[in-house]
Antibody, heavy 123, light 110 residues
């Protein structure tokens, strides 16, 4: 059974930092393109960032609103993905989902999703 | 990248069919056959229900179908059931070094 379990969310002051983690199981993590997708209150889904598999270059891409503030890391030996969020803004308040695009399944799709974790940026 | 355009709402009675559109540009929807659709029920994780325009993942009922013409993709739900009530989002690939882009979402009421 595939599982993506997010942790690390919570309340943080504007300008603060927070680190989200995602523990993956049930699929070949090292081959997956891993992403974070968020949903702000009352809003739609927004792709935050992506970490390609090492075999596909191991590079990251970020959405314009978070570029230069957010970074991602992955540990293929531990099947974990992290999102480091710095200089947080009120508009970063959202439920953050860890997602996986797994090879040999649907191409360029979010095949699996975690349950999501809430990040609230407020003073 | 600008968000793809979806109607904010759609509705139908049980047993009817409804189509949800998703309009982008030649740089995303029109340029690639990598449009996916997600069903999102409140309090749940989004679920992939269509990939590569018209491919249904295992376990998704064949009442769901996808298509594309030019810069517009569509998700059709036939034989509507109460359980289909949810928010639906499209998403398109936008090139190897670009993040893809989501639509604004469509709330389907049955």
């Amino acid at each position: 059974e595939v599982q993506l379990v997010e942790s690390g969310g919570g309340l943080v002051n504007p300008g603060g930092s927070l680190r989200l983690s995602c523990a993956a199981s049930g699929f070949t993590f090292r081959g997956a393109w891993m992403s974070w997708v968020r949903q702000a209150p009352g809003k739609g889904l927004e792709w935050v960032g992506r970490f390609k598999s090492k075999s596909d270059g191991g590079t990251t891409d970020f959405a314009a609103p978070v570029k230069d503030r957010f970074t991602m890391s992955r540990d293929d030996s531990k099947n974990t993905l992290s999102l480091q969020m710095n200089s947080l803004k009120i508009e970063d308040t959202a439920v953050y989902y860890c997602t996986a695009d797994v090879p040999d399944t649907a191409a360029h799709s979010f095949d699996y999703w975690g349950q999501g974790i809430l990040v609230t940026v407020s003073s | 990248q600008s968000a793809l355009t979806q109607p904010p709402s759609a509705s139908g009675s049980p047993g009817q069919s409804v189509a949800i559109s998703c309009t982008g540009t030649s740089s995303d929807v029109g340029g690639y056959n990598y449009v996916s659709w997600y069903q999102h029920r409140p309090g749940k994780a989004p679920k992939l229900i269509m990939s590569e325009v018209n491919k249904r993942p295992s376990g998704v009922p064949d009442r769901f179908s996808g298509s594309k013409s030019g810069n517009t993709a569509s998700l059709t739900v036939s034989g509507l059931q109460a359980e289909d009530e949810a928010d639906y989002y499209c998403c398109s690939y936008a090139g190897r070094n670009n993040l893809g882009v989501f639509g604004g979402g469509t709330k389907l009421t049955v």
